[in-house]
């Protein structure tokens, strides 16, 4: 397996511009976690999937934050509209069960 | 207090050095408990997971400690390749992970 995907790896934008990050979780996983890291915070959960299903979306810092899984091999994270304030690391991680998670190599976003 | 703590360091020590790690939680509840270790610029990689009656994976020993609500890392013999950044992982309700902000160790020869 290639481990988790996520594209892009680097991401510069404009504020104010629709940012879609997305990832691929490893084959036969059921869980699956979006997180941001940045020095001040460190790594944060925003939001994580069951069986495709959204349980917890609690971490999501505002409505310009949205998440979906729509199929078991993909999730987007978007943002809109994009901030420098969310100029982070974001990853993507999945696990089978509660067992180790496996994190995808993240996106470096830089909103200008 | 934070959910889940830790001192984030450096620490600095020799090769050949032991060096230890604790990490706090606040939730008494938390039943899961995980140390990860990130290189600099990578992603972070399940290191090992922490039993009640603690555990040792080569030079790494991990422990429990329910009363006082912390878990430690301990490393032993130091080598360069150690230096990482340490982050704890706690879990608390069904299945929601906490990480720490990590604790950088930095080996120098």
């Known amino acids: 397996d290639a481990g988790v995907i996520q594209s892009p790896r680097h991401e510069v934008t404009e504020m104010g511009q629709e940012v879609t990050l997305r990832c691929k979780p490893i084959?036969?996983?059921?869980?699956l976690f979006w997180y941001r890291q940045t020095m001040m915070r460190g790594l944060e959960l925003l939001i994580y999937?069951?069986?495709?299903?959204?349980?917890?979306d609690s971490g999501m810092p505002e409505d310009r934050f949205s998440a979906k899984m729509p199929n078991a091999s993909f999730s987007t994270l978007k943002i809109q509209p994009s901030e420098p304030r969310d100029s982070a690391v974001y990853f993507c991680?999945?696990?089978?069960?509660?067992?180790?998670?496996?994190f995808g190599p993240g996106t470096r976003l830089t909103v200008l | 207090r934070k959910e889940v703590e830790q001192d984030p360091g450096p620490f600095n020590v020799p090769e050949g050095a032991t060096v230890a790690f604790n990490c706090t939680y606040s939730?008494?509840?938390?039943?899961?408990f995980f140390w990860y270790r990130q290189d600099c610029r990578k992603e972070p990689k399940l290191l090992m997971s922490?039993?009640?009656s603690g555990n040792e994976d080569g030079r790494f020993t991990a422990q429990l400690n329910r009363a006082s609500q912390y878990i430690s890392l301990l490393i032993r013999d130091s080598k360069l390749s150690d230096s990482a950044t340490y982050l704890c992982?706690?879990?608390?309700?069904?299945?929601?992970?906490?990480f720490g902000r990590g604790t950088s160790l930095i080996v120098h020869p």
């Open positions: 991680a999945s696990s089978f069960s509660v067992n180790e998670q496996f």
């Open positions: 084959s036969g996983h059921d869980y």
């Open positions: 999937f069951n069986n495709n299903v959204p349980i917890d």
């Open positions: 939730n008494s509840a938390s039943q899961s």
């Open positions: 922490v039993y009640s």
């Open positions: 992982v706690v879990y608390r309700g069904s299945y929601i992970p906490t």
